[in-house]
């Protein structure tokens, strides 16, 4: 059974760059079968989709995120990362990393870390 | 790409049903059947429920259901039970690779 963890800094100052690590046990990201991606949901809110990435290195990222947001694989073929660039409070949230599975006709997030809280603050 | 719109609450007694709508554009759950539904407990990572708008992973109780009509998608919950209070989100591809969720909904169980 795959796990997911997230890790990082759980604060970052305001104008700097967040970044996360996703490590992935019980399997390797260079599955073809996967897309692998973060989502955080600020305190009190709801859920956002950040993006996604595939084994290719193929990435896709929420329109209003695009500018500030990377995602990339790890050579190790165990870890793949997020990095939000120029952050400000309301880059605030829990950060997710997830695993989406190929069903039936699409891809969805089957399989979640547990989630990691990053505070934005001087 | 905005939010999906979903009501900010639902409840109902044990036993009842429930639905959640989750409504979108023609651009969104309109144009594709990639609906899917996530169930959220307090401090908790969220857990699949639905998926390609009606179909339930192993392990899901038959009691989720999901249904479209046009540019709304639908979660319903039969036979309420108090382990169904929790949130729940729907998330729908929008083209391009892309995705979005719904605002969520705070299902509580009277």
């Known amino acids: 059974q795959m796990q997911l963890q997230e890790s990082g800094p759980g604060l970052v100052k305001p104008s700097e760059t967040l970044s996360l690590t996703c490590s992935v046990s019980g399997g390797s990201i260079s599955s073809s079968s996967y897309y692998w991606g973060w989502v955080r949901q600020p305190p009190g809110k709801g859920l956002e989709w950040i993006g996604v990435?595939?084994?290719?290195?193929?990435?896709y990222y929420n329109p209003s995120l695009q500018s500030r947001v990377t995602i990339s694989l790890d050579t190790s073929g165990t870890q793949f990362s997020l990095k939000v660039s120029s952050v400000t409070a309301a880059d605030t949230a829990v950060y997710y990393c997830?695993?989406?599975?190929?069903?039936?006709?699409?891809?969805?997030?089957?399989?979640w870390g547990q989630g990691t809280p990053v505070t934005v603050s001087s | 790409q905005s939010a999906l719109t979903q009501p900010a609450s639902v409840s109902g007694s044990p036993g009842q049903s429930i639905t959640i709508s989750c409504t979108g554009t023609?651009?969104?759950?309109?144009?594709?059947?990639?609906v899917s539904w996530y169930q959220q407990h307090p401090g908790k990572a969220p857990e699949l429920m639905i998926f390609?708008?009606?179909n339930r992973p192993s392990g899901v109780s038959h009691r989720f259901s999901g249904s479209k009509s046009g540019n709304t998608a639908s979660l319903t919950i039969s036979g309420l039970q108090a382990e169904d209070e929790a949130d729940y989100y729907c998330?729908?591809?929008?083209?391009?690779?892309?995705?979005?969720f719904g605002g969520g909904t705070e299902v509580t169980v009277l």
């Open positions: 997830a695993r989406r599975t190929p069903r039936a006709n699409w891809f969805y997030f089957d399989n």
């Open positions: 023609s651009s969104d759950i309109g144009s594709y059947n990639y």
């Open positions: 390609d708008v009606s």
């Open positions: 998330l729908s591809y929008t083209g391009s690779g892309t995705e979005v």
């Open positions: 990435i595939y084994y290719t290195g193929t990435t």
